[in-house]
């Protein structure tokens, strides 16, 4: 029997309160509200209180739900691959590059398909960065090249051949009906069909992205929300010293 | 009442910089028209549906009338020509060119004058669309009264119109005034409306004309039951502007996303293509009583919301200008901004009055269109839905006109039903909280939030002074605006811009002009 078994936390070690919300297709009433709770508990939970509930539209029905949660789950048990991170700065990994190449690395990213949003390519590439975090535009020893968005798979690897990119970035903003999973998709094929999958580091990032769903698809690495460009090139510098066999 | 200490010359000294900035860019306009300005014409003159290959029949049109090289003098002529010369109706008409029945290059000689009769036919039928959904505002307006500002705006996105429809019957009955349909991403860039009712899109949903009917027939419906005007909201924005303005017209729709830079600066688009074409939509708009809504929101999504906040308001200045040349009225300037500044800013609340502020006294006749945070809003759907709190707190003190209703979602997905009613309780919760809060304080003339609207506009001086020098257009292309460069001949849709020849004719256009802004 593992002794790492876990359940969420309230205000004491498992307890396994959850809070729940979510709207129902139905009108708000009593029977509603009993219904919200018989539904919660197919969910595996217990000591259910349905602490709010409210008619939003005709035949919608919205619920605030606190409840107890049955399962516990064996932590021992769970592994994830997260990109490893020193917290390395802008300067330290100027430094690096310059000590390590003695030359520029070069990296190239973009929006692909048809979604139009540049924030997640901006907030990385741009020389204004985010959050105090300057963009890879602004990194000496990094040649960045940002292509903005609605970018097709074959303009983003022609870039990324003709500068003869180190790292390509793309980013995918638009989520829906998994659109996100067939462009990147849709690169990846492009760049194994050219035979070209070793020449390049390739990273993906937007709001709904993990690292695991980045190296299921093939790609080296996957960044989500709250990643600072900072952690974009120090991964970019590891990732090619280990390539080329270059010590730390 | 919250009042800056705005000096009236300096004011005064920006708005004749902004009128001549965009006298200049209008010379252009005056002797230019566009693929896409000669397919509005069809659309008033009644042409609709497509060819059996999916082709809308105004794009066949067009393109026909260019491979017999007569574009420059426009499709008004030569479209009522074909229609006297086959004697049926304006799609009729149009089948019949489309199918070579009849050629733009054979219509042989048509007496001048029926010709022309035959064109004002044709351009009364058009006005009286226009004339006609203003009018149905009105009285929607006089039955069910005008909510007070700020207006609660709320976007729909799911993709499909009978979806959307469903969210947006939900948004209206928590509380909204006026709902918008977010348009598929990427449909900017198409050169052609989309046919029919749609139900697949990407991070929106299509604008068609049958789209447009669906939802403002539902909220009509919606509008009984509630006894509220519920207003309806698309995009003319992108290569198919005039156009779109035209089918939200005809189906009486209230509000257009309409900017003269944003989709040069944010889509790529071409800019001559994009003045032109911005011109006829909000000819358009004027006439037919649509309130456009500016998009300079988006430059401090990809600048930096305090040192490039100039850049809003000198852009919101430019719109207006040339809002005024297309007759638009200063109550149909919704011009845009944003609650866009890093919450981790000290002061971050002060500076967003500041600029929400400055925004209300240089357009005080203006529904300013106020955008919630975007860009730096957190995955922790409870830390941004406290921001939109603050954002609610800015705009009902400063009273601005049309409010977005912020998502505490917005990191995550496009709305859930259960989103638009967290936010609209949020909302409501505010604005009747603080509802006088604005007329209760004043805003100290020697401290940060007067001293901070100061330096923004003097800033915006001294951009305005840089942009007269060298002309619009040649700034766009230096990176005056968003930190973006675009050239005067790239982006796309420059193949689609012509010289008017001597002879041109769009009726429409000139009957709009000749008979100004209308009450």
């Not at chain 1, 219904?35 to 349905?50: C, H, P, Q, R, T």
């Not at chain 1, 690897?157 to 903003?173: G, N, R």
């Not at chain 2, 989709?263 to 011109?279: A, S």
Request: net charge negative; glycine share 6%; proline share 3%.
């Amino acid at each position: 029997m593992s002794d790492n078994l876990i359940k969420p936390y309230g205000d004491t070690l498992n307890d396994g309160l959850v809070q729940l919300s979510f709207t129902l297709p139905i009108e708000a009433s009593a029977r509603a509200r009993k219904a919200a709770e018989a539904y919660v508990a197919k969910l595996n939970f217990e000591e259910i209180s349905v602490t709010h509930y409210k008619k939003i539209a005709d035949g919608f029905t919205y619920f605030v739900v606190y409840a107890r949660a049955i399962p516990v789950l064996d932590y021992n048990l769970i592994q994830a691959q997260e990109v490893e991170s020193k917290g390395m700065d802008f300067y330290e990994i100027n430094k690096q590059i310059a000590e390590k190449f003695g030359r520029k690395l070069t990296v190239v990213g973009a929006t692909i398909g048809t979604d139009a949003h540049t924030v997640g390519i901006d907030a990385i590439m741009n020389m204004k960065g985010w959050d105090g975090n300057y963009g890879l535009e602004r990194y000496p020893e990094l040649n960045a090249y940002n292509m903005g968005a609605q970018i097709p798979c074959e303009t983003l690897l022609a870039k990324a051949i003709e500068v003869k990119a180190d790292a390509v970035l793309v980013s995918q903003t638009v989520t829906q009906k998994d659109s996100h999973i067939r462009n990147f998709t849709e690169f990846m094929e492009l760049v194994e069909a050219e035979n070209l999958r070793k020449n390049f580091i390739l990273l993906i990032g937007g709001p709904r992205i993990t690292n695991e769903m980045a190296i299921e698809m093939g790609y080296d690495a996957g960044f989500g929300p709250g990643t600072k460009p900072s952690n974009v090139a120090e991964y970019i510098l590891s990732r090619l010293m280990e390539k080329q066999g270059i010590s730390r | 009442m919250l009042t800056l200490p705005l000096e009236a010359q300096q004011i005064q000294r920006v708005k004749t910089l902004a009128r001549e900035i965009a006298a200049q860019v209008q010379d252009f306009i005056d002797l230019h028209s566009s693929d896409s300005s000669e397919r509005t014409v069809l659309r008033l003159y009644g042409v609709d549906g497509v060819t059996e290959d999916g082709i809308p029949l105004p794009n066949r049109l067009v393109e026909l009338l260019r491979e017999s090289r007569l574009i420059e003098s426009g499709i008004s002529r030569p479209f009522a020509k074909a229609m006297i010369k086959t004697g049926l109706g304006a799609s009729e008409t149009a089948k019949a060119l489309h199918e070579g029945k009849v050629r733009f290059s054979e219509l042989g000689s048509i007496h001048p004058e029926l010709v022309q009769k035959k064109e004002q036919e044709l351009c009364k039928k058009a006005i009286g669309i226009l004339d006609r959904t203003r009018l149905v505002k009105r009285e929607k307006a006089q039955k069910f009264g005008n909510p007070e500002y700020p207006w609660r705006y709320l976007i729909v996105a799911s993709g499909n119109i009978f979806e959307d429809r469903t969210q947006a019957r939900s948004a209206a009955f928590s509380g909204a005034d006026v709902i918008a349909v977010i348009r598929s991403t990427a449909q900017s860039l198409l050169d052609y409306i989309p046919y029919g009712a749609t139900t697949e899109g990407f991070g929106g949903t299509y604008a068609t004309q049958e789209n447009f009917r669906i939802m403002r027939q539902a909220l009509d419906e919606v509008s009984q039951d509630l006894n509220r005007y519920i207003r309806l909201t698309n995009y003319s924005s992108g290569l198919c502007m005039a156009e779109i303005a035209a089918c939200a017209a005809i189906e009486d729709l209230d509000m257009l996303l309409n900017d003269s830079m944003y989709g040069i600066l944010f889509r790529d688009i071409n800019m001559k293509r994009t003045f032109v074409d911005q011109y006829f939509s909000r000819m358009i708009c004027g006439r037919a009583k649509i309130v456009i809504n500016t998009g300079e929101d988006n430059y401090l999504t990809t600048s930096d919301a305090i040192d490039k906040a100039y850049t809003v308001t000198a852009s919101q200045l430019i719109n207006e200008a040339m809002g005024h040349n297309a007759l638009l009225s200063d109550n149909l300037l919704g011009l845009g901004h944003a609650f866009e500044i890093n919450p981790k800013i000290k002061n971050q609340l002060l500076y967003e009055i500041s600029h929400a502020q400055l925004a209300r006294q240089l357009f005080p006749d203006a529904p300013l269109k106020y955008m919630p945070a975007t860009k730096h809003k957190s995955t922790d759907i409870f830390y941004s839905h406290v921001m939109d709190t603050l954002f609610n707190l800015v705009t009902i003190a400063t009273r601005q006109g049309i409010h977005l209703a912020g998502m505490a979602t917005e990191a995550i997905h496009t709305p859930l039903m259960q989103d638009r009613y967290k936010s609209l309780a949020n909302t409501n919760y505010v604005f009747n909280a603080a509802a006088d809060f604005g007329s209760e304080f004043q805003i100290r003339p020697d401290g940060f939030i007067a001293k901070r609207a100061q330096e923004v506009l003097d800033q915006a001086e001294a951009c305005l002074i840089k942009v007269h020098e060298v002309g619009l257009m040649q700034a766009i292309s230096e990176g005056q605006f968003a930190d973006t460069y675009r050239s005067q001949n790239g982006g796309k849709g420059l193949l689609g811009v012509f010289t008017k020849s001597q002879d041109y004719s769009n009726p429409i256009l000139a009957q709009i002009k000749a008979e100004g802004m209308m009450e």
